[in-house]
């Protein structure tokens, strides 16, 4: 791991911390460094914001929730995976949730469901000429879907099992990825 990496990872490590007994709009980029043992000219060495860092949080703890879960097959248990990220980091992503931190989390969250319906649209068009832009649509019509599924999961405490929530949302649509597609093909 890179000298920077260790360093961003020490800012993280410390803004999760203080996430943990404060809410995210006190926490000041001198609470951070002074928590970490760093000073205000090293973290902005490496982020702009705080909000640069907890977007950084999220992208980079998060990168591997998906892995290979981005088939047709298995886009469940992807869409399973970024759910439990969440849930194993529920003081983290509820402080962010109720925080100005908010657009962060939520550009994250849409940002794995693109990659993980985005993947599943390619994979289904195979065969049919749709062109890239209504391909683009039907992703961007899933990952709001998905997102919004996921957001008011969130806001609503987390409560109902998440498990159950992909089961009822893989009864809801499937079949309807292909469909939408030849919809949408020129052929």
Known sequence: M???????????????????T?????ISISDITGRAGFDRQTFYYHFNSIYDLIEWVFVNES???LGNNKTYDTWQEGFEAIFGY?????SFVLNAFHSTAHDPLERFLLSEARELVGAVI????????VPQTDKDFISDFYKF?????LMDWIRTGMSENPHLLVERL???IHGDIRKALEKFSRS
């Open 86 to 90: 969440v849930q194993q980091n529920s």
């Open 145 to 149: 879907a998905f997102t919004g599924l």
């Open 22 to 26: 404060k809410p995210f709009d006190r």
């Open 170 to 172: 893989g009864i809801l």
């Open 63 to 65: 990168g591997a929730a």
């Open 2 to 20: 890179s000298a920077s990496n260790v360093t961003k990872n020490a800012l993280s490590q410390s803004l999760r911390g203080l996430m943990a």
């Open 122 to 129: 390619e994979e289904q068009s195979r065969g049919l000429d």
